[in-house]
């Protein structure tokens, strides 16, 4: 159902909501999907916070902006949070003030860059990494570098190449944690028949080459997958033991992401900043 919805209904569901006499308390926390409501649900747990996901078309962070410039303009009860994607990498800036951003990519790769909840799913998971743990993360981040590089080309050139729905099956080697760079743009460009250039492989060797941000070069969804895929094919020997999905590991990671974890971050920094110049309490915690 929530595909046939846009930014015009959640903004007119929270004007309605604003003229009950309980509803015009409420402080309202819009993010862009289903997963990002869930985490933030857990983790801004305030009395009268709602978290409300903004649904477009073409989901990502346009309709949520959308949403946002109109409803600062009728209240201050109102924030939002959306994934970074590349403006750190580009070091840009939201221009939307009461719009903050994730430190990483985007939320999977902020649970993703947590210690405490990576090494938990990897114990759960892979119990022989336990041990050396972030290596292993660096490895699997390190193998996706290349196809982050031409999602954040295609960002910046705006190339309309086509990721929705891509899988990692045809370019990546999910046991040794090996991308084939060649099938890898073969797989983009045959999904891609409106795309304006196609894709070098030295052009986007060379434009990660010096990146070593992976958490903010790497998209959370492409780790999750790579990491069940991995999970799933190094425990193809024991006997009962089923594939691993990818939201399996999103589960995973939210359940064992702590809210001591995001006091960490910036991200909440700038949450609590914002109670601060505003008066208005996220959290249940001052």
């Excluded at 409501?37 to 477009?56: C, M």
Aim: aromatic share 8%.
């Amino acid at each position: 159902m929530q595909r046939y919805l846009s930014e015009i209904d959640t903004v007119g569901e929270i004007r309605q909501a604003r003229r009950h006499p309980i509803g015009k308390n409420y402080l309202w926390v819009l993010v862009e999907g289903v997963t990002d409501q869930k985490l933030y649900t857990k983790l801004i747990d305030g009395n009268n916070t709602r978290v409300e996901i903004v649904p477009g078309k073409d989901n990502g962070v346009g309709p949520l902006r959308n949403a946002m410039l109109m409803l600062i303009q009728e209240t201050d009860r109102v924030i939002g949070i959306r994934d970074a994607d590349f403006l750190h990498l580009d070091e840009k800036q939201e221009t939307i003030d009461c719009l903050f951003l994730t430190d990483a990519h985007d939320g999977e790769m902020m649970l993703l860059s947590c210690d405490t909840a990576f090494e938990s799913i990897v114990a759960e998971h892979l119990p022989r990494e336990r041990v050396d743990f972030k290596n292993f993360r660096h490895k699997l981040l390190a193998s996706l570098a290349f196809l982050s590089g031409i999602r954040w080309h295609n960002s910046t050139e705006n190339l309309e190449l086509n990721f929705k729905g891509l899988g990692l099956n045809n370019f990546y080697d999910a046991i040794n944690l090996t991308l084939h760079k060649a099938q890898c743009i073969q797989e983009i460009e045959n999904r891609s028949p409106t795309k304006r250039c196609s894709i070098q492989l030295d052009e986007i060797d060379l434009k990660i080459n010096d990146i070593s941000d992976h958490y903010n070069l790497c998209n959370g969804h492409d780790v999750e997958k790579a990491f069940a895929q991995h999970v799933t094919e190094a425990n193809k020997s024991i006997s009962n033991t089923k594939g691993v999905k990818d939201t399996d590991i999103g589960i995973a990671l939210r359940i064992a992401y702590r809210k001591e974890d995001f006091a960490t971050t910036k991200l909440y920094k700038h949450l609590r900043d914002w109670e601060i110049q505003t008066g208005q309490l996220l959290f249940s915690t001052p």
